[in-house]
């Protein structure tokens, strides 16, 4: 069973970079669409990033709040996909999720699709 784990969140100054990583165990991430998503406290959990499967070209979509700013990758020989973020702000700041699906949805905020979830890691910008 496909189980994921997210890594690299912590505290950083306003317009800086932090990168996540997201592990699979149990199932290789080969066939899977894998989306970033992250929820401050008392919002809802929203979608940040989302990129296919290699099979359906490793394509990715991203929020329009983030654009410019987050990217996203695979190292599927590493299990592992990447969500580099930069010119971070203090509205960044939330747990910061992954989870897989068969591939991303049109729309980011969709997050019907996805399961299994990770724990998620805790990103804080502030001075």
């Known amino acids: 069973q496909l189980q994921l784990v997210e890594s690299g969140g912590g505290l950083v100054q306003p317009g800086g970079s932090l990168r996540l990583s997201c592990v699979a165990s149990g199932l290789t991430l080969d066939d899977y669409a894998i989306g970033w998503f992250r929820q401050a406290p008392g919002t809802e959990r929203e979608g940040i990033s989302c990129?296919?499967?290699?099979?359906?070209?490793?394509?990715?979509n991203s929020a329009r709040s983030v654009a410019g700013r987050f990217s996203t990758s695979r190292d599927d020989t590493k299990n592992t996909v990447y969500l580099q973020m930069g010119s971070l702000k203090s509205e960044d700041s939330g747990i910061y999720y992954c989870?897989?699906?068969?591939?991303?949805?049109?729309?980011?905020?969709?997050?019907?699709?996805?399961?299994?979830w990770g724990q998620g890691t805790q990103v804080t910008v502030a001075s």
């Open positions: 990129i296919n499967s290699r099979s359906r070209g490793s394509n990715t």
């Open positions: 989870a897989a699906a068969e591939q991303c949805p049109f729309h980011i905020n969709y997050l019907d699709p996805f399961g299994p």
